[in-house]
């Protein structure tokens, strides 16, 4: 079965530090590939997306993510978090195969220390 | 992108009691979908609904608990009937991106709490 996997459930990092978060696949297909943040009490705001091209996309709020095929994966970087930085991050994935639907990876919160 | 306001923002409800939670969004858009978030959880997809026809309920979604309504392309609503304390959750309402596969826009979301 389709799954999308983010290893981390928490991350803890210091404000100006850097940051990065794991996001697994495993499906036959390169599927389109989005990275969402959920702050405290809000919705889900859409950070970036991979269809196809070139593998590292920048985002909004300073966030880029790399497309790598062979590892099957789609981390997300911040090189300086700042404190608004503290919040839900969902990594998610569309296969055409499965009708375009968009499923989930459980999830990594990342706090962030003064 | 398209703006979503979801009503109620939050409710606690009573066991056995149904709620109905509305999706108004500012623009024409031809399918919906509605997400439970339960606490501490990532978002589970319930149904997609489409204007002029039945929604489609994935696997362990059934309508009579989920009866959902998309009586236009700028409205749905979402029931969650005979609540338990297993209901309790976030319920998204999202619609998908203009020409763009798989990226959806989502609401702030109704906080359900079921005692």
């Known amino acids: 079965a389709q799954s999308v996997t983010q290893p981390d459930i928490h991350i803890t990092v210091s404000e100006g530090a850097s940051l990065e978060l794991r996001c697994n696949y495993s499906y036959g297909a390169t599927p389109y590939l989005f990275w969402y943040v959920q702050s405290p009490g809000q919705g889900l705001q859409l950070l970036l997306k991979y269809f196809s091209g070139d593998t590292l996309v920048q985002g909004i709020k300073g966030f880029e993510a790399e497309f790598k095929r062979s590892q099957s994966s789609f981390n997300l970087r911040k090189p300086s978090v700042h404190w608004s930085d503290a919040a839900e991050y969902f990594c998610?994935?569309?296969?055409?195969?499965?009708?375009?639907?968009?499923?989930f990876g459980g999830g990594t919160r990342v706090l962030v220390k003064p | 992108s398209a703006v979503i306001s979801q009503k109620p923002s939050r409710d606690i409800c009573q066991r056995g009691t149904s709620l109905t939670i509305q999706c108004q969004v500012d623009?024409?858009?031809?399918?919906m979908f509605w997400y439970r978030q339960q606490p501490g959880q990532s978002l589970t997809l319930i149904a997609t609904a489409n204007q002029g026809s039945e929604a489609t309920y994935e696997s362990g979604f059934v309508i009579d608990k989920f009866p959902i309504s998309r009586p236009n392309l700028t409205f749905s609503t979402l029931t969650v009937s005979n609540m338990s304390p297993e209901d309790s959750s976030i319920y998204l309402c999202s619609v998908s991106g203009q020409g763009v596969t798989g990226e959806l826009f989502f609401g702030e979301g109704s906080r359900l709490t079921v005692l």
């Open positions: 998610a994935v569309v296969i055409k195969a499965a009708g375009n639907k968009l499923t």
């Open positions: 623009s024409q858009v031809t399918m």
